[in-house]
């Protein structure tokens, strides 16, 4: 079975700053997925990036990049030049392809970003 | 493009009454999932249909029924509220064995 963990409940950053939000999960398959979702105070689930397992290049999406360390099970998230609107709940999320095809989420960061 | 609809966006109930949460995709995708989320435990799994009839157990199922006799709808139905029931619930979807999900906006259910 798969778990996530989180282990930072809370964490700030000044605007315009970077800031990393860690993970790291459990999972006995090869084949597997990762996730970061962001949760603003709308409660919708926001995709803000995604990283297969059998790429080796980490995965970036405008100021959001991850360090994908497949052999620790490390999978942070970095944001540069954090802006207000980052600020949310980040959930890391872990998905085998081989066991049903159903994620399991980490328990969340609140990021505040100050200005 | 409506995505995934899910009624009502708040609820309050009693404890004892039966209470449904709906989910309707408009995508026709096979996967479909329940999460509740309650704070120090992000998203959890309640139940999930890999297609039409075809259900199968989560995380924390019990108190919960699920039942899918179409592909876009997949309705959560709490038999008997529980005040430990009271968390904000969560519908998504997936399309077959790859992709990323899509959730819908998520119902807070109050238990009383």
């Known amino acids: 079975a798969q778990t996530v963990t989180q282990s930072q409940p809370e964490m700030s950053v000044q605007e315009a700053e970077t800031v990393t939000l860690s993970c790291t999960y459990d999972?006995?398959?090869?084949?597997?997925?990762l996730f970061w979702y962001k949760q603003p105070p709308s409660r919708q689930m926001i995709l803000v990036i995604r990283?297969?397992?059998?790429?080796?290049q980490n995965a970036t999406e405008n100021r959001f990049s991850v360090n994908f360390q497949k052999a620790a099970k490390s999978f942070s998230l970095k944001i540069s030049d954090s802006q207000l609107g980052d600020a949310a709940m980040y959930f890391c999320?872990?998905?085998?392809?081989?066991?049903?095809?159903?994620?399991?989420f980490g328990e969340g960061t609140q990021l505040t970003v100050n200005p | 493009d409506a995505g995934i609809t899910q009624s009502p966006r708040y609820k309050i109930t009693e404890t004892g009454r039966q209470v449904t949460l709906m989910c309707h995709q408009t995508?026709?995708?096979?996967?479909m999932f329940w999460y509740r989320q309650d704070l120090g435990h992000g998203l959890r799994l309640i139940y999930y249909?890999?297609?039409?009839?075809?259900?199968d157990k989560g995380e924390v199922p019990d108190g919960y029924v699920v039942s899918r006799s179409k592909t876009e709808n997949f309705p959560l139905t709490l038999e008997s509220a529980t005040r430990s029931q009271t968390s904000v619930y969560f519908c998504?979807?997936?399309?077959?064995?790859?992709?990323?999900?899509?959730f819908g906006s998520g119902t807070r259910l109050t238990v009383v």
């Open positions: 998504a979807s997936r399309q077959g064995a790859l992709g990323s999900y899509t």
């Open positions: 999972t006995s398959e090869s084949d597997y997925y």
């Open positions: 990283q297969e397992a059998y790429k080796q």
């Open positions: 999320a872990c998905d085998e392809e081989t066991s049903g095809s159903r994620l399991t």
């Open positions: 995508w026709s995708h096979s996967y």
């Open positions: 249909s890999a297609a039409a009839d075809i259900t």
